[in-house]
């Protein structure tokens, strides 16, 4: 029984009805189990789905936790257990199978939640969506004069050269307004200046976005041409780490196994198979193989060793990185949103999380507020290698400074760094992809699945499509191809490869000197 349904006993425990699948298309899928590295939202999707369908299934997770990077860390604090979430995960789809699997997993307990996320800017909340009125009453006379003005010389003055982001949105809406509104958040993000980032990624970020259309939409609505934002969300009622556990107990309910805190450390390869797969100082034999590890790793694992162009593409892949500084203060919330985004360039947070907002039975004192502090960064710099206990100094400093929180309220404060967070796309991005795919397909047992098992940007619902359309391939005999998943499909298949990628020269970082597995 998972620790939520220990503390909650009207959540439904009831385990899910094996509806078992005659004849699967795979021969011996019956027989073998198959293995499952990685516990996160695409692994346990698969898990659970085999599972379900009375096949033998085994999950190998290296944490202790099951999640990935959509795990909910969990402290005991004042009152109780207090829960914080990662990155922040808003469970919103198109994909219906997706959505019905949801209500599946969840039961009674998946809340619906209203969406509020501001701008922090110059020590005021702005509307985001921007507002007209907001936005003239928090800028004021004298900065709405200036930035109009600096938006007016940018269109009569020679535009000249274009070749970075800094260029190519000041030339369009002003030098004063890029300062104020892009430089800041843009230059967290990535890591790097503006003006060593791409023009032609800000045309495709910014596309169809003018200085008129954007006022346009805060004074008169949107109309229809620019995107809205949804109103509303899904959420468990403990964090999405609740799904992910109620997902493994599910699996070992159904006659699964979900192995916690067991690294695979090789895949054997002959005649284009996986015949074993080394964990936990066990051998086990598959039948197939679904992992949503991140192809660095598993390029790294296999034995033989791939050919050295695939090894040398697998170790030019890269990651955008993050952590997450928590922390639990006394007296009410700093404020109501479920994040805000911090553009003020004295400070290095990025994003800041009210995770109250998200669930209320996340902070179990009334009297506390509970906040995450992200900042973004690379594994192994000087941030990311930071003393936890320093990082709480940090972000204690920046609410100070932000005017948000003062330092006597801190009750208890720690420090999550989450690798491999974001991948990267850069110039080479497209052929080392090619490149690991084309020896992955050479291999008639394994499927990658996952926004790391694909080094894709994919979302919790996405990445657990990828590992449904691998369920479907091995029991229903479909032919998916798993790289072609993505709700989001314009984004990764209409759009040049060179377009996607925000960088001038992309950096070189620390993780990269690192062995492909270890």
Same mark, same amino acid.
Request: with cysteine.
């Given at each position: 029984?998972?620790?939520?349904?220990?503390?909650?006993?009207?959540?439904?425990?009831?385990?899910?009805?094996?509806?078992?699948?005659?004849?699967?298309?795979?021969?011996?899928?019956?027989?073998?189990?198959?293995?499952?590295?990685?516990?996160?939202?695409?692994?346990?999707?698969?898990?659970?789905?085999?599972?379900?369908?009375?096949?033998?299934?085994?999950?190998?997770?290296?944490?202790?936790?099951?999640?990935?990077?959509?795990?909910?860390?969990?402290?005991? +604090? %004042?009152?109780?257990?207090? =829960?914080?979430? @990662?990155?922040?995960?808003?469970?919103?789809? &198109?994909? *219906?199978?997706?959505? !019905?699997?949801?209500?599946?997993?969840?039961?009674?307990?998946?809340?619906?939640?209203?969406?509020?996320?501001?701008?922090?800017?110059?020590?005021?909340?702005?509307?985001?969506?921007?507002?007209?009125?907001?936005?003239?009453?928090?800028? +004021? %006379?004298?900065?709405?004069? =200036?930035?109009? @003005?600096?938006?007016?010389?940018?269109?009569? &003055?020679? *535009?000249?050269?274009? !070749?970075?982001?800094?260029?190519?949105?000041?030339?369009?809406?002003?030098?004063?307004?890029?300062?104020?509104?892009?430089?800041?958040?843009?230059?967290?993000?990535?890591?790097?200046?503006?003006?060593?980032?791409?023009?032609?990624?800000?045309?495709?970020?910014?596309?169809?976005?003018?200085?008129?259309?954007?006022?346009?939409?805060?004074?008169?609505?949107?109309?229809?041409?620019?995107?809205?934002?949804?109103?509303?969300?899904?959420?468990?009622?403990?964090?999405?780490?609740?799904?992910?556990?109620?997902?493994?107990?599910?699996?070992?309910?159904?006659?699964?196994?979900?192995?916690?805190?067991?690294?695979?450390?090789?895949?054997?390869?002959?005649?284009?198979?996986?015949?074993?797969?080394?964990?936990?100082?066990?051998?086990?034999?598959?039948?197939?193989?679904?992992?949503?590890?991140?192809?660095?790793?598993?390029?790294?694992?296999?034995?033989?060793?791939?050919?050295?162009?695939?090894?040398?593409?697998?170790?030019?892949?890269?990651?955008?990185?993050?952590?997450?500084?928590?922390?639990?203060?006394?007296?009410?919330?700093?404020?109501?949103?479920?994040?805000?985004?911090?553009?003020?360039?004295?400070?290095?947070?990025?994003?800041?999380?009210?995770?109250?907002?998200?669930?209320?039975?996340?902070?179990?004192?009334?009297?506390?507020?509970?906040?995450?502090?992200?900042?973004?960064?690379?594994?192994?710099?000087?941030?990311?290698?930071?003393?936890?206990?320093?990082?709480?100094?940090?972000?204690?400093?920046?609410?100070?400074?932000?005017?948000?929180?003062?330092?006597?309220?801190?009750?208890?404060?720690?420090?999550?760094?989450?690798?491999?967070?974001?991948?990267?796309?850069?110039?080479?991005?497209?052929?080392?992809?090619?490149?690991?795919?084309?020896?992955?397909?050479?291999?008639?047992?394994?499927?990658?699945?996952?926004?790391?098992?694909?080094?894709?940007?994919?979302?919790?619902?996405?990445?657990?499509?990828?590992?449904?359309?691998?369920?479907?391939?091995?029991?229903?005999?479909?032919?998916?191809?798993?790289?072609?998943?993505?709700?989001?499909?314009?984004?990764?298949?209409?759009?040049?490869?060179?377009?996607?990628?925000?960088?001038?020269?992309?950096?070189?970082?620390?993780?990269?000197?690192?062995?492909?597995?270890?």
């Amino acid at each position: 029984m998972s620790e939520v349904q220990k503390n909650n006993p009207n959540v439904d425990s009831t385990p899910p009805q094996i509806i078992p699948v005659e004849n699967p298309a795979t021969p011996g899928l019956s027989d073998q189990p198959t293995l499952i590295i990685g516990a996160g939202p695409a692994g346990l999707t698969a898990g659970y789905l085999l599972a379900k369908q009375g096949l033998p299934v085994i999950v190998f997770e290296a944490e202790d936790q099951v999640g990935g990077i959509a795990k909910t860390e969990v402290r005991d +604090g %004042p009152g109780g257990q207090y =829960r914080f979430d @990662l990155g922040g995960h808003r469970f919103f789809t &198109k994909v *219906k199978e997706v959505d !019905d699997l949801w209500h599946e997993i969840m039961r009674e307990e998946f809340l619906k939640r209203p969406r509020m996320s501001r701008i922090y800017w110059n020590k005021k909340f702005l509307d985001y969506p921007l507002r007209g009125p907001d936005v003239i009453k928090k800028l +004021g %006379p004298v900065e709405l004069t =200036r930035a109009t @003005l600096s938006y007016f010389w940018a269109q009569i &003055k020679p *535009k000249g050269r274009e !070749d970075t982001f800094e260029q190519w949105v000041s030339n369009r809406f002003g030098k004063r307004l890029f300062d104020l509104f892009f430089r800041s958040y843009t230059e967290k993000v990535w890591g790097v200046p503006t003006s060593e980032i791409r023009a032609e990624w800000a045309a495709q970020r910014i596309k169809g976005l003018s200085f008129f259309s954007a006022a346009k939409a805060a004074f008169f609505g949107n109309k229809g041409n620019i995107k809205t934002l949804i109103g509303e969300f899904h959420y468990p009622r403990f964090g999405p780490g609740q799904m992910w556990e109620q997902m493994t107990e599910d699996i070992e309910n159904l006659g699964g196994q979900v192995l916690m805190s067991t690294p695979v450390e090789k895949l054997e390869m002959t005649d284009g198979r996986v015949r074993k797969l080394h964990a936990g100082g066990q051998v086990y034999e598959p039948n197939q193989v679904i992992s949503s590890l991140p192809l660095r790793n598993v390029v790294g694992m296999a034995d033989p060793h791939p050919s050295p162009e695939v090894v040398a593409a697998a170790k030019g892949l890269r990651y955008r990185d993050f952590l997450t500084v928590s922390l639990v203060l006394d007296g009410q919330d700093l404020f109501p949103d479920n994040w805000i985004y911090i553009h003020e360039p004295d400070v290095m947070v990025g994003r800041i999380q009210n995770f109250r907002s998200w669930s209320p039975w996340m902070v179990p004192d009334p009297d506390k507020a509970c906040v995450g502090l992200e900042y973004f960064c690379f594994a192994g710099d000087e941030l990311w290698e930071t003393d936890d206990e320093e990082l709480v100094q940090l972000a204690m400093r920046e609410l100070e400074q932000l005017r948000l929180a003062k330092p006597e309220m801190l009750e208890f404060g720690f420090a999550t760094r989450v690798p491999k967070a974001y991948p990267m796309y850069d110039m080479d991005y497209a052929d080392r992809i090619k490149a690991i795919r084309g020896w992955l397909d050479g291999i008639e047992n394994l499927q990658q699945v996952g926004r790391n098992g694909l080094h894709r940007y994919n979302n919790s619902d996405h990445s657990m499509l990828t590992a449904m359309r691998a369920v479907d391939n091995l029991v229903k005999g479909t032919d998916h191809d798993i790289w072609a998943v993505n709700a989001e499909s314009v984004y990764h298949e209409e759009e040049k490869q060179d377009q996607q990628q925000p960088y001038i020269v992309t950096p070189e970082t620390r993780a990269q000197e690192k062995p492909l597995h270890e």
